[in-house]
């Protein structure tokens, strides 16, 4: 209970705080951890720093030691108490995949290269005379580099990227952090890459899980603007040191004066390093017993429709392709006898942010397969994606009018093979246009033309997936 | 990737995930934001300096609080002030800090720390807002006092309550009971 008594009465003497609150007291201090700290950013600088000039110093050794523990430390795990060292397992999990990582993706490098940033992409990428000379593939110096023109996007070992267009000056400040002095840059910062800090001469951003983009000019002051999720920005003002939250769509407007908030500009006004997103149908590998329906195209988001499919777990002859349910396709009973198609609504109402370059592909993806059949059983599997405006009421008559009503429209078939142990990919691709609400994805199992008694028991589905991309692109709004 | 950077990587790595830990670690014991992000970054390196004589690495936390420690108690002498916490109270806040590990193993430190926030979410706007100056803010008492017209012996109750509350709360939450 929260001791509610008046202030009226002085502390009896000064009392030490015990550990309790003085760990609590610390925790406050941090703001529960969420204060941007550049202690550990700018202990691997000093130390990149020192490696690159010791030209042989012992890290090796260190790498050897702590990694030969780790594993060895692994190997013992099932002989001790799980639960003591369950804590340390998430740690030494996450070492262990990124040292793996490490060696899986990287070829080699120099001393004077700050832990494995890459320049993943660039287009018509040209450094200031004497800054660097880089392709892609290759790790980032440490060091204030200089980009005349062009559009470089760099992929952090934190699985971040950043897209970074010229003329800009930036330098790594970390693994999961960048400097940047001028120029225009736009992140895309995945879950697992959270806590990015991006300084300017004016503030620091430290992203919360989001794609936000920066401008800094060349007077230094910096424009930051929140696409999608939320960061924090700090500036050296003393009198608000926790500085504030931006969530998507609000901007903030940095100089020496201080900070002003704005309206963020839109995306196409900053660079856009490659995206990739899943934007999976729900229940997308038919592994749980969720909202289906019967029927024909659906009214709402969300769920699975058709006139004769169900959801099943492995049969005699074939298991699904991951977890423990896939759909299975009937025959339509008369008088819609035919192909068999099941069908779902996705929102992309979310994703307009993204949509409004014009360059985002959509790809639809889906597992078939079928029993061993004969001359009587149908063969053919179809996936199509069509992109539409509007409201998911009208979906039916959309869905009906495909073939002029789509904004986009991708289809594809497969011949499927008689062999009930190999699943087969399909995949379907088109560009969605930027007035795109929704997507109808379809999915069937088809009747020959001449045959359309043929039976369609035994044909199934699974994994389903839709993924949108971008490509990196340069900005195509100029800021004055 | 050369080794001096592998090792660099998997160290940052480490680092980062055990960085609100070693802030909040040093916040307690120094009471200074700067100061404390000072010698987290000194903790860092020498702990880098010296991984091979950690013999396990499950005990990388309170490993690094121990080097934290060490650096917080020369940075004092070296500025000729008495360190501020009782050794009997450090070894204590090792074995809070072993609770909440322990509590949630398979949590980040920031999500641990949610236990706290929850707390404080639980405090009065009164004794909230003092915490929020005084911690969030790092304002002194007197700044408060006089920013919110109260004297000073009523800031530092409201401080102490606001202490005394949340931990009362967190120890409640570790212990799997229901907050009053």
């Known amino acids: 209970m929260i001791d509610e008594t008046p202030d009226s009465t002085p502390p009896a003497g000064p009392r030490k705080p015990d550990a309790w609150e003085l760990v609590c007291t610390g925790i406050l201090r941090t703001e529960f951890g969420r204060r941007p700290s550049r202690a550990v950013s700018n202990a691997i600088v000093q130390l990149a720093a020192e490696a690159a000039v010791s030209n042989g110093a012992p890290p090796k050794t260190h790498t050897e030691g702590l990694i030969g523990r780790i594993h060895q430390w692994l190997s013992n795990l099932e002989t001790r108490p799980a639960l003591a060292l369950a804590a340390a397992l998430i740690m030494v999990t996450g070492v262990s995949i990124y040292f793996l990582k490490s060696y899986l993706h990287e070829s080699g490098g120099s001393e004077n290269f700050l832990v494995g940033c890459k320049l993943s992409n660039a287009s018509g990428m040209r ?10 593939g290759d790790s980032l110096p440490l060091k204030m580099l200089r980009l005349e023109s062009g559009v470089v996007e760099i992929t952090f070992n934190s699985t971040a990227k950043v897209a970074i267009e010229g003329p800009a000056q930036f330098q790594l400040i970390g693994g999961n952090a960048l400097e940047l002095q001028s120029g225009k840059i736009a992140t895309d910062v995945p879950k697992r890459a959270r806590g990015f800090i991006l300084q300017t001469p004016t503030a620091t951003v430290r992203d919360l899980g989001t794609r936000f983009g920066a401008i800094v000019g060349t007077d230094k002051s910096s424009e930051v603007d929140v696409f999608q999720g939320r960061i924090q920005l700090t500036t050296d003002d003393k009198a608000n040191a926790q500085g504030w939250r931006l969530t998507a ?67 005699e ?53 079928r029993v061993a059949g004969d001359a009587n059983t149908a063969g053919k599997f179809g996936l199509t994606l069509a992109a539409f405006r509007g409201s998911p009421a009208e979906a039916k008559a959309l869905w009906a009018g495909r073939a002029t009503l789509a904004l986009a429209l991708a289809d594809k078939e497969l011949a499927a093979d008689n062999n009930p142990q190999t699943w087969e990919l399909l995949e379907a691709a088109t560009r969605l246009p930027p007035e795109t609400d929704f997507v109808i994805v379809q999915i069937r199992a088809m009747v020959p033309k001449d045959n359309p008694g043929a039976t369609l028991v035994g044909h199934f589905a699974d994994l389903v997936d839709l993924r949108l991309s971008t490509p990196m692109r340069a900005s195509s709004i100029a800021i004055k | 990737m050369n080794d001096k950077s592998q090792s660099l990587h998997i160290f940052e790595v480490l680092a980062k995930q055990h960085e609100p830990m070693l802030m909040a670690y040093l916040q307690s014991l120094v009471a200074d934001h700067k100061l404390a992000e000072d010698l987290a970054q000194q903790t860092l390196l020498i702990a880098y300096r010296k991984i091979n004589t950690l013999k396990d690495p499950s005990a990388f936390p309170a490993w690094l609080r121990g080097i934290a420690r060490l650096e917080a108690f020369s940075a004092m ?57 005084h911690y969030f803010e790092d304002r002194k008492a007197w700044q408060i006092a006089e920013s919110l ?21 967190v120890q409640t939450k570790l212990a799997g009971k229901p907050v009053e």
């Open chain 1, 127 to 136: 450094w200031a005379d004497g800054s660097v000379t880089l392709k892609i």
């Open chain 1, 249 to 315: 769509g609000m901007g903030m407007f940095v100089d020496e004066r201080g900070a002003t908030p704005a309206d963020a500009l839109p995306e196409l006004a900053f660079p856009q390093p490659e995206i990739n997103l899943e934007v999976r149908p729900q229940n997308c590998g038919f592994d749980v017993s969720g909202r289906t329906a019967v029927g024909e195209v659906p009214t709402d988001f969300g769920y699975w429709s058709g006139l004769s499919y169900s959801l099943t777990g492995a049969t």
């Open chain 1, 317 to 369: 002859e074939v298991k699904p392709a991951n977890g423990p349910g896939m759909l299975e396709f009937y025959n339509p009973a008369a008088p819609l006898a035919g192909d068999s198609g099941v069908f779902q609504l996705i929102d992309l109402r979310p994703y307009k942010p993204l949509l409004a370059s014009g360059q985002v592909q959509a790809t639809l993806s889906a597992m078939f397969n």
């Open chain 2, 77 to 133: 002498r070296r500025q000729g002030r008495e360190f501020p916490v009782d050794p009997d109270v450090l070894q204590q806040m090792d074995e809070v800090y072993r609770q909440f590990e322990e509590q949630n193993p398979a949590d980040t430190w920031e999500e641990r720390f949610h236990l706290v926030e929850d707390c404080y979410g639980h405090l009065p706007e009164t004794l909230q807002t003092v915490c929020r100056l």
């Open chain 2, 149 to 169: 017209t109260l004297n000073l012996n009523a800031v530092l109750k409201r401080l102490e309550r606001a202490r005394v509350a949340i931990r009362d709360c």
